[in-house]
Structures are given as C-alpha cells and as structure tokens.
C-alpha cells in the first residue's frame, strides 16, 4: 500500500475522531453529516479552474460555516435549519457545476488513489494543526457543551469558540474528503468517538479511545476494501458501523 | 455595610423590556430572594448582574465582587462519560491541568466536595447523578472561584423534595463558614420566608422588597401571583 494514502487516512482518522467527540457532546452529529456535502461545489469548481480539489472543498465549507455563524447569530432560525438549506443547495449546485458525471460520484464517495504528494503535505500540516488546537481548546469546548450560561458567567468566550469549532470542522472535513469523499466524511468524525462512548467510564478515556478508533477504523478499512475487492471509504465505514454496533453489547466500560 | 445597589434596572430583548425599574440593595453577609412567578424576569436579573446581558439602569458594587453561579440544572446528554472530577476540572485555570491535572487541584476538588457534602461523588458520571446531588455539584463547582457572593437559581423542573430540603440549609452554613452574600432565586414562598433576610418580588416590573415577614402579606402575594395563592408558614427549623 502507498505510505501517502496511510499517511493521509490515519490523519484524517486521528483529527475527525478527536474533533468528534465535541460533535457527539454538543449533540449535532447530524450537522456534521450535513456539512460535510457543502464541500461539493467547491470541489467542482476546483476541478474545472484545474486546481487541487482540497482548496476548493475547504473555500466552500469555510464560506458555509462563516455563513452559519453569522446567519445563526444575527437571525433566529434554529441552527439545524440553516445547516439544512445550506446542505440542499449545495447539493444541488454540486449538480450543476460537476460537468462529468463520474468526477461527481468521487466527490460524493472519495477515492484513495487520487492522493497526490501535495494532498499528503496538506494533510499532515493540516491535520497537525487541527488535533493541536482541539486539544489546546478541549477544556473550552467541553465546558462550553455543558452550559453556555455557565460558560459565559465564566469568562469563556463562547462565539469566539464556537466560530473556532466550526473552522476546524470546516478543516476536518476538507481533509477526508478523498478518503471517504463527501457523503462518509460526516460518519467518519462520529463513528469512532460513538465507539468510544459506549466503551467509556470517563471524558479522558472516551477522548483517547475516540482516536484509538479513528485509527482503528481507517487501518481496517484500508486493510480490507482490496480483499474483498470494495472501495475503500465504503469498507472504512462498514467497519466503523460493524464495531459501533459490537460496541453496544457494553463489556465493561473503563 | 452594602455590598450591591441595583437602581432602575431594565433589561430588554429585542425592544421589548423583560423587567422594568428594579430597584434593591443587598448587605454583606446576608440573603436576598427573587420571588416571583415563571417568567417574571428572576433569571433576566441574574443575568444582568452577570454581565451577561446589556441593561439600564446601575448595578453598583461597594466591594470587588467574586460571583460564583449555580444556574438551574440544565440539560445535557446524559450517557455521555463524563465523571464529577472532570466536571470540576474544567474548572481549572489552563488546558494542560485539565490533561495532568496538579495533586493540589485535585484536593482542592475534593475539600469543595465534601464541603458541600458530596465527597463521595469524585469519580461518579455527572449523568447518574440525582438532580439533588447534581445541584450539590454545581454549587460546589461555584466555590471553587472563592466566591464572596453566590447567585443560586433554584430548578423549576425535576425537583428531587428530598435535596430541595437539605439544599437551603447547606447554603445558609456554607454562607456562613465561607462568608459570602447569597442572592436566591426561589419560587417557593416557604423558602424565602424561612431563609431570605430580604426579598424582591418581580413580575416584570418590581412589587415590593424589604423583609419577607413584614412584606409578605396575602395583599402583596394576591398581587404577584393572583387570586388564591396562600403560603403555610411552618415553624422555624433548629438544626
């Protein structure tokens, strides 16, 4: 196997697990999944202007969360909703702009031998720079998860760093998107940490096992899909959901 | 000596004021009660002097004010693993003690516990917690900015009886040991009367304040409440 298409998946599993955990706690793990097809247009467009699909999945997702945060705070529709009419349109710009339709199924589904050098530069400068800032801002978003009234009475900053959660989701997602491409890059950062949650007697330990699961998961899934001949993103997160679904017959939770 | 004055306080969400010129004073040391019915604006209040929400008017501290605050219980997913020590430990002054947290943080978590009578809870998961012990936690986690006064926001919902009762009087002793003026937010007439040296009745606009024995009278509560409201003064707890 090419060391550049493991170097790129186990950073993607390593900072989607982590970040994760605060999709799982803030309970929007269906944001996520939504989100995630925003990149869509962008990556057309990428295509047709001729550069890496990287920037313009990540130009589009920042320009949806930056939207998001700013819609969400000066309007009173519910978040859920904005994230849904963002995700609609998306897809359907995403239609209109994939002029082959082929180029539209890898968006959608990803394609692990696509991965160039300059793919797995970006992911290991990315990737490093997001796990850093989400371990350095855990104890901020966990608190703010909790009670945002609390958080606040507290001195948390709170829209500075929901606005800095959704640029590193926006990042997050950009990353995965050609290893599992645009429809699975939302389940690979709720997967691993649902795994860990279930296996879990505390915050620390879901956190630690979140990742151990991302890197679980992403290892497996590279392992298997030529066995069986399948691709790759699909045999990822069959095996996410095989040991999500192993990990609800709760052994013993540590 | 006084510690706040709250003079002509309005607070408004989108044009509209939630309450409208009220007017108190709190004495060091002692209890102050918002009373009123759901949505009359106590919680807008705290708020306000949390500073976090715009207002008119003055609130005038005579003493640097530490707050700690213990808000209602709220909602959160309750199977997510998170234990009474980590709860607390977000409480810690940087990133990395959350991580490795230093022995003396970890003690310090434990004397807040068994102040108020939970030390048995460190390594319990916030989400099989009882409300009543949940709320021992909450105010514990209010201790820890060494606060000289604690704003309380009874629950409205999910009253364990049980905690309810021990609640008032852990409050009173630590207000006591630790020295810090409480203002309560209560619903429940028979508290503020047994507990609060002042109260502030609120329905959106200010009903009265002074002391819950003289202002209290059936008039004033027909008044808040509406017809029909009574209260059953019991007969002072020893304990």
């Not at chain 1, 949806?64 to 009419?85: N, R």
């Not at chain 2, 306080?9 to 009220?22: E, F, Q, T």
């Not at chain 2, 009265?208 to 008039?219: M, N, S, V, Y």
Request: charged share 15%; net charge positive.
């Amino acid at each position: 196997m090419d060391i550049g298409v493991l170097a790129v998946s186990l950073i993607v599993g390593i900072s989607a697990s982590m970040l994760g955990v605060f999709i799982i706690l803030r309970r929007i793990a269906l944001v996520s999944d939504v989100l995630s097809h925003v990149a869509l247009p962008g990556m057309a467009l990428s295509l047709f202007f001729g550069v890496n699909v990287f920037f313009g999945a990540f130009a589009a997702l920042l320009l949806a969360v930056l939207g998001i945060f700013f819609l969400e705070k000066k309007s009173k529709i519910a978040f859920e909703t904005i994230v849904g009419i963002f995700f609609t349109m998306s897809l359907a710009l995403g239609m209109v702009f994939f002029e082959n339709k082929y180029e539209l199924v890898e968006g959608l589904f990803g394609n692990v031998k696509n991965i160039t050098n300059f793919d797995v530069f970006i992911a290991i400068f990315l990737g490093a720079i997001v796990t850093a800032v989400t371990v350095l801002f855990f104890r901020s978003f966990a608190h703010m998860t909790f009670s945002k009234e609390l958080a606040q009475s507290e001195g948390f900053p709170i829209k500075r760093l929901n606005l800095i959660f959704l640029i590193l989701l926006a990042c997050v997602i950009a990353l995965g998107i050609k290893v599992v491409g645009t429809l699975l890059m939302g389940a690979l950062t709720i997967l691993p940490v649902s795994i860990a949650k279930n296996l879990s007697g505390s915050l620390k330990m879901m956190t630690f096992l979140s990742v151990l699961f991302g890197v679980l998961v992403v290892s497996l899934g590279l392992f298997i899909a030529p066995l069986f001949n399948i691709p790759v993103s699909a045999a990822i997160i069959l095996t996410g959901g095989l040991l999500f679904l192993l990990s609800l017959f709760k052994f013993r939770q540590i | 000596m006084i510690i706040l004055e709250v003079k002509n306080l309005s607070v408004g969400y989108n044009s509209h004021l939630a309450v409208k010129n009220i007017s108190f004073s709190l004495e060091e040391g002692k209890t102050l009660a918002l009373l009123g019915p759901n949505g009359a604006g106590k919680s807008t209040i705290f708020k306000a002097i949390l500073g976090l929400l715009p207002y008119q008017g003055d609130i005038i501290w005579h003493k640097k004010p530490q707050i700690g605050f213990v808000p209602q219980r709220f909602d959160f997913d309750k199977s997510i693993p998170v234990t009474v020590k980590e709860f607390m430990l977000l409480h810690a002054n940087s990133n990395l003690q959350f991580w490795f947290p230093p022995k003396k943080i970890i003690s310090d978590i434990k004397k807040k516990l068994t102040l108020v009578g939970a030390a048995g809870l460190l390594d319990r998961k916030i989400g099989e917690l009882s409300s009543g012990q949940f709320q021992r936690i909450l105010i514990a986690r209010a201790l820890f900015g060494r606060p000289n006064i604690l704003l309380f926001d009874e629950p409205t919902a999910d009253i364990d009886i049980e905690g309810e009762m021990t609640i008032y009087p852990l409050l009173r002793k630590l207000s006591k040991e630790l020295g810090f003026t409480l203002i309560i937010i209560s619903h429940d007439l028979n508290i503020v009367y047994d507990f609060a040296d002042k109260v502030v009745c609120v329905n959106k606009k200010m009903m009265c304040f002074g002391a819950p024995k003289k202002i209290l009278t059936p008039k004033q509560l027909n008044e808040l409440y509406g017809e029909g409201v009574g209260f059953y003064v019991h007969h002072e707890h020893k304990h």
